[in-house]
Antibody
Framework: QITLKESGPTLVKPTQTLTLTCTFS??????????VGWIRQPPGKALEWLAL???????RYSPSLKSRLTITKDTSKNQVVLTMTNMDPVDTATYYC??????????????WGQGTLVTVSS | DIQMTQSPSSLSASVGDRVTITCRAS??????LNWYQQKPGKAPKLLIY???SLQSGVPSRFSGSGSGTDFTLTISSLQPEDFATYYC??????????FGPGTKVDIK
């Protein structure tokens, strides 16, 4: 059974850097064909994909946020870390991590962590 | 960038109704289309991948179809637990995994 859980601060101040950790079990990021992605959802709004890291350390970022994001993995700890710099109140959202299955050229997010609400306010 | 749209943005339906949600891509994405269900306060759940493949454990009343730019999610007989928001998501461009704006299904 695959499970994921996000952890990090619930409140950050504007201009600060957010660091979120996704701790997972049930799979290894050293296994070919897997990845972990981050997706966020502002209150009452739609899902927005942020970043993804594959087993081979290939990294993908949302073009609109690429300059602010860094995604890394620690295979030995079964963790993926997302950092987002220069936080702004518009970045207030629930942040999810999700396992990525790669099948040929197909990718899908399943399952997802429970999410963590991050509020940006002074 | 590939843009995703969904219609309708919301709908009201009764238990037992057949419900159809449409997702359209701004360019052809072949069958690189996934559908998710999200209930209030919960994480999204994968329903359909590759446009028409039912994820393990998902009831057979859910089905997906389409290819190219136009896709459909159908619930053949709406159940009380199906009232939720549904999102499509393209994976044709692995440089930007775009989600649609969502379709909220509520009780009539």
């Amino acid at each position: 059974q695959i499970t994921l859980k996000e952890s990090g601060p619930t409140l950050v101040k504007p201009t600060q850097t957010l660091t979120l950790t996704c701790t997972f079990s049930g799979f290894s990021l050293s296994t070919s064909g897997v990845g972990v992605g981050w997706i966020r959802q502002p209150p009452g709004k739609a899902l927005e994909w942020l970043a993804l890291i594959y087993w081979n350390d290939d990294k993908r970022y949302s073009p609109s946020l690429k300059s602010r994001l860094t995604i890394t993995k620690d295979t030995s700890k079964n963790q993926v870390v997302l950092t987002m710099t220069n936080m702004d109140p518009v970045d207030t959202a629930t942040y999810y991590c999700a396992s990525v299955t790669i099948f040929g050229a197909l990718n899908w997010f399943d399952p997802w962590g429970q999410g963590t609400l991050v509020t940006v306010s002074s | 960038d590939i843009q995703m749209t969904q219609s309708p943005s919301s709908l009201s339906a009764s238990v037992g109704d057949r419900v159809t949600i449409t997702c359209r891509a701004s360019q052809s994405i072949s069958s690189y289309l996934n559908w998710y269900q999200q209930k209030p306060g919960k994480a999204p759940k994968l329903l359909i991948y590759a446009a028409s493949s039912l994820q393990s454990g998902v009831p057979s009343r859910f089905s997906g179809s389409g290819s190219g730019t136009d896709f459909t999610l159908t619930i053949s007989s709406l159940q009380p637990e199906d009232f939720a928001t549904y999102y499509c998501q393209q994976s044709y461009s692995t440089l930007l995994f775009t989600f649609g704006p969502g379709t909220k299904v509520d009780i009539k």
